[in-house]
Nanobody, 128 residues
Framework: QVQLVESGGGLVQDGGSLRLSCTVS????????MGWFRQAPGKVRDFVAA????????YYADSVKGRFAISRDNAKNTLFLQMDRLKPGDTAVYYC?????????????????????WGQGTQVTVSS
């Protein structure tokens, strides 16, 4: 069983920065991909970024490319999302997710239904 706990959300002004953390408990093997998703009120849960745990390859939604950076600390089983140049449109609940994606195929999926484990979410609000 895998448990995910996010932290680091908050209120920030337009153009500001935040760093989200996701502490992972349980057995995350190299077959996993870790991702960040976000969901604004009344909208679907959208892919933000993903990282393949084994090789560190990273992937981003076009809307955050160049502003957000996903990273991990394998020794501490922690996932991060550094968010810079935040915009009001980035306001959402941000979720950490884990997908036991296996080996030899795709490194990641953007559809939230593929992910096996989820955190409780952390609110990010960007004021204009």
């Amino acid at each position: 069983q895998v448990q995910l706990v996010e932290s680091g959300g908050g209120l920030v002004q337009d153009g500001g920065s935040l760093r989200l953390s996701c502490t992972v408990s349980g057995d995350i093997s190299s077959s996993y991909t870790m991702g960040w998703f976000r969901q604004a009120p009344g909208k679907v849960r959208d892919f933000v970024a993903a990282i393949k745990w084994s090789n560190g390859n990273t992937y981003y939604a076009d809307s955050v490319k160049g502003r957000f950076a996903i990273s991990r600390d394998n020794a501490k089983n922690t996932l991060f999302l550094q968010m810079d140049r935040l915009k009001p449109g980035d306001t959402a609940v941000y979720y950490c997710a884990a997908d036991d994606i296996g080996y030899g195929g795709r490194d990641y999926y953007t559809w939230h239904g593929e992910y096996d484990y989820w955190g409780q979410g952390t609110q990010v609000t960007v004021s204009s």
